[in-house]
């Protein structure tokens, strides 16, 4: 079963485009995490959310935690080539590992 | 800043063989993790460890095992390798929430 489901699995879009990226899950979690894999590397940790309702914002992209701490999102304003890469949500549950989604690849063209 | 490093970046091997992969982290932290990256199902946890000499199966242990004698060094051992166990192998290190990635090992079994 997977707990955190993100959509949409691939984007592609052209520069200076918006986009969003869901990670939805009918469990709670404490807190969720996002990081953005480049291919050949490993994953690189962008940001944590833990209250519900909680808005961060890393320059270009503003991450979301729900209210009810079950889903997140993830907004890119502008988007850039450099942005390109697997985009992935983890969420964490007390007392277990992180749970992983399967990643959204993003694919932005100049 | 968080250094993981894994010891290969792309290692290939016959089925049959014992194969090793060494993580070491310099932050002193308590939990490692081993992971598998295949396309279309994500990550998914092998094995864990929360203090040294401490394992914790993950959601797949199936055909590994695992090391951690020191504190900064897990390693995953694949018993007999077989063909199914080629894949991107990543591991992690935290001390509570956030986990910091290696760059990977790209393991071939042929």
């Known amino acids: 079963t997977q707990l955190l489901e993100q959509s949409p699995q691939f984007l592609s879009i052209q520069e200076g485009e918006n986009l969003t990226v869901y990670c939805n899950s009918s469990?709670?979690?404490?807190?969720l995490q996002w990081y953005r894999q480049e291919p050949g590397e490993g994953p690189v940790l962008l940001v944590t959310?833990?209250?519900?309702?909680e808005v961060k914002k890393l320059k270009r992209l503003t991450f979301q935690f729900g209210d009810a701490r079950k889903d997140s999102s993830l907004h890119i304003t502008a988007a850039q080539p450099g942005d390109t890469g697997l985009y992935l949500c983890?969420?964490?549950?007390?007392?277990?590992?992180?749970?992983f989604g399967k990643g959204t690849t993003l694919s932005v063209s100049s | 800043d968080v250094k993981v490093t894994q010891s290969s970046r792309y290692l290939v091997k016959r089925t049959g063989e014992k194969v090793f992969l060494e993580c070491v982290q310099d932050?002193?932290?308590?939990?490692m993790f081993w992971y598998r990256q295949d396309p279309g199902l994500g990550l998914r946890l092998i094995y864990f460890?929360?203090?040294?000499?401490?394992?914790e199966k993950g959601d797949i242990p199936e055909g590994y095992s695992v090391s951690r004698e020191k504190k900064e060094r897990f390693s995953l051992i694949l018993e007999s390798a077989s063909t199914n166990q080629t894949s991107m192998y990543l591991c992690?290190?935290?001390?509570?929430?956030?986990?910091?990635f290696g760059d990977g090992t790209r393991l071939s079994i042929l």
């Open positions: 992690a290190s935290s001390m509570t929430r956030p986990q910091h």
């Open positions: 469990s709670v979690f404490s807190s």
């Open positions: 959310v833990v209250t519900g309702g």
């Open positions: 983890a969420g964490n549950q007390a007392g277990t590992a992180l749970i």
């Open positions: 932050m002193d932290h308590e939990n």
């Open positions: 460890s929360y203090d040294v000499k401490m394992k």
